[in-house]
Structure formats: structure tokens, C-alpha cells
């Protein structure tokens, strides 16, 4: 459940570089890569409550295997897909 939170977090400030409109799947294309780094940044170095802006490791470390688990999915439906 921690992980979705942090996708979604992740997701929302994705939202806030990329523009509203952005949909979920922005993430994973190339032309959006600079607003998703920029997004994965700002989640893993700023704390909203006090606005400090130090690194998170263990933040980061976690939505890095999140990503990576949501990529070899978005992969094997991919392959699935164009197999049947």
C-alpha cells in the first residue's frame, strides 16, 4: 500500500511539471522524460511539511523498484499483447 502512495505522489507532481492534462501513462514516454526526472527529483529531495531539501535515499531506492516492477508489467502486456 506505501508504494501506491508513493507512485501517487510521484504521479501528482508529474502533474504539477507536466500540466493537468497529463495522464498516467505520460510517465513512460520519452518526450516526457525531463518532467519526470524533474518530478522524481522534487519527490525524493523536498519535504512538504517542513520544505527542507535534503536527499531521501530510502524514498528514492523505493519508487526505483516501484518503477522498475510497473515497467516489466507495462512489458509483459506489451509482449502478451502482440503475441496473441
Excluded at 525531463?34 to 511539511?49: G, I, K, L, N, Y
Amino acid at each position: 500500500m506505501a508504494n501506491m502512495r508513493k507512485l501517487a505522489r510521484l504521479y501528482l507532481q508529474f502533474r504539477n511539471v507536466k500540466g493537468q492534462d497529463a495522464a498516467l501513462s505520460d510517465m513512460l514516454r520519452r518526450e516526457n522524460f525531463q518532467q519526470f526526472q524533474a518530478a522524481v527529483r522534487h519527490v525524493t529531495t523536498v519535504d512538504a511539511e517542513s520544505g527542507n531539501t535534503t536527499v531521501k535515499p530510502g524514498v528514492r531506492a523505493t519508487l526505483s523498484l516501484c518503477n522498475k516492477q510497473r515497467l516489466q508489467i507495462c512489458k509483459g502486456r506489451i509482449f502478451a499483447a502482440t503475441q496473441g
